[in-house]
């Protein structure tokens, strides 16, 4: 692409995934319109202030769930054990079972240095409805 001088030049970057290669290229075809990109991109953004209304979340609250729905899924690797550590456990997600751990979702573990933080624990477990 060449860009003259003092010109404008709007470039959209859209990634999608789908099963099959004809579903890749009906969505690149629909979305390849800035207009749909923006219009899809609206929608997305009201529906999820419509959904953290209905879940009674605070913009603050939400910004600390973004926060550790991402350490959840795209699991960092400073918050990994060790490979050694990894290495030494031989029973897998059986060896959970026996307490009561299906290992099927994410486990947090929160680790806190301060009582004070005891609100972030409280919080975890009243917006997950599970005990602490």
Not at 57 to 86: C, G, K, M, W
Not at 116 to 132: H, K, M, P, S, W
Request: contains cysteine.
């Amino acid at each position: 692409m060449r860009i003259e001088s003092g010109a404008t030049v709007h470039i959209t970057f859209t990634t999608a995934i789908a099963a099959t290669r004809d579903e890749v290229l009906r969505l690149a075809d629909k979305y390849h319109d800035s207009a749909m990109f923006e219009r899809t991109v609206t929608l997305a953004w009201t529906q999820a202030h419509v959904q953290q209304n209905y879940l009674s979340i605070e913009p603050s609250e939400a910004h600390v769930f973004q926060n550790l729905a991402s350490r959840l899924l795209y699991s960092h690797n400073s918050l990994r054990p060790t490979p050694d550590v990894l290495k030494r456990n031989t029973r897998g997600a059986p060896g959970l079972w026996p307490f009561g751990i299906s290992g099927d979702i994410p486990i947090v573990l929160v680790r806190i240095d301060e009582t004070d933080d005891l609100q972030i624990v409280r919080e975890i477990c009243a917006r997950t409805n599970i005990g602490a």
